[in-house]
């Protein structure tokens, strides 16, 4: 699922998204590309490109990794962005190279370059994501059983699925200012994998396309093994009340039987924004989007 409208560059030139066309669903959500964006991979050491059913997907190697055992991370990019764009907003390969022992992050690229959706359920999509763990374990020397998911908008509700559906690729996913798309494709028996949701409530793109009410679908959705009316066993806490976050906080909801641990870091902006939060996007911010996503995911095997 996607949405078709866009968040403009500028933060004073917010536009909200146009409503989609009847074909396309309205769960998922977009960031354009910054104009005149500079950033490529082929002057970032450590960066190589890779194919993978005719499509590309770039892979970091951070100088702080170990030989062998290696995790790896796919960072999922929204509509009408670029593995570029999204490395640029997530600078998640940064975070990977001040982290020891490092891990890899990947960067795949959507079957059409800047389209607008992932192909969920598609066995062409299921066949490339399977072909992108492949490379990781038989190029990269990363284990099979560490390998993460995360993505920004469109990418995050893909996310969402491919820790739902594809749940022996995936240890943990993700999804940053994105709700739960596509719903019809999802396999409901499955228990998924743990994951933790990053969700601005001043969010123009996701009130667009449901707001409260697609919040509440989300966390209802990965929480349906679980009595889904449970209140979180835990809230603490985040820096917030200046640079642009008016609040921060995170809803933990533990593991219980089969069903895997879900956070939410749930959070209001001053300004309405759609962008990935970190200090960078929003200039000074307290909160990093990547870095909470890998202390969750660095933490998946440890006890609630």
């Known amino acids: 699922g996607v949405a078709s409208g866009a968040l403009m560059a500028a933060p004073a030139a917010i536009q909200l998204p146009t409503k989609p066309a009847p074909a396309v669903s309205a769960a ?6 910054v104009k005149d964006q500079k950033m490529t991979f082929d002057n970032i050491p450590g960066f190589s490109k890779q194919q993978v059913d005719d499509r590309t997907v770039w892979v970091y190697v951070p100088p702080t990794i170990y ?26 390969h940064s975070i990977a190279a001040r982290t020891s022992p490092g891990f890899i992050v990947v960067y795949p690229e959507m079957l059409k370059p800047g389209g607008l959706a992932w192909g969920y ?5 299921h066949h490339f994501f399977r072909g992108v763990v492949d490379l990781l374990v038989d190029q990269f ?21 491919l820790q739902n559906n594809m749940p022996e690729l995936f240890k943990g996913a993700a999804a940053v200012e994105a709700g739960v798309g596509t719903l019809s494709a999802w396999r409901n028996e499955s228990y998924g994998r743990p994951t933790m949701v990053v969700w601005n409530h001043n969010d123009p793109v ?8 697609l ?8 929480r349906r093994h679980d009595d889904p009316k449970s209140w979180p066993d835990q809230i603490l806490a985040l820096p917030a009340g200046y640079q642009g976050v008016v609040s921060a906080e995170r809803k933990l909801w533990k593991a219980r ?15 309405p924004t759609h962008h990935w939060v970190n200090g ?17 995911f660095q933490a998946v095997d440890k006890d609630d």
């Open 141 to 161: 020397a990363v284990a099979r059983d560490e390998i993460f998911v995360t993505g920004h908008s469109a990418g995050g509700s893909m996310t969402l699925y």
């Open 28 to 33: 998922a959500t977009t960031q354009m590309p």
């Open 206 to 213: 996701l009130a667009e396309f449901g707001g409260d009410q």
């Open 257 to 271: 039987e089969m069903q895997p641990r879900t956070h939410i870091i749930s959070w209001t902006s001053a300004d």
């Open 121 to 125: 359920n598609a066995p062409w999509e």
């Open 67 to 92: 030989p062998k055992d290696r995790k790896a991370v796919l960072v999922l990019h929204g509509s009408l962005d670029s593995p570029e764009g999204i490395a640029e907003a997530s600078n998640f």
């Open 215 to 222: 919040f509440h679908d989300t966390v209802t959705q990965l």
């Open 280 to 296: 960078k996007n929003l200039p000074g911010a307290p909160l990093d989007a990547s870095i909470l996503i890998w202390d969750f």
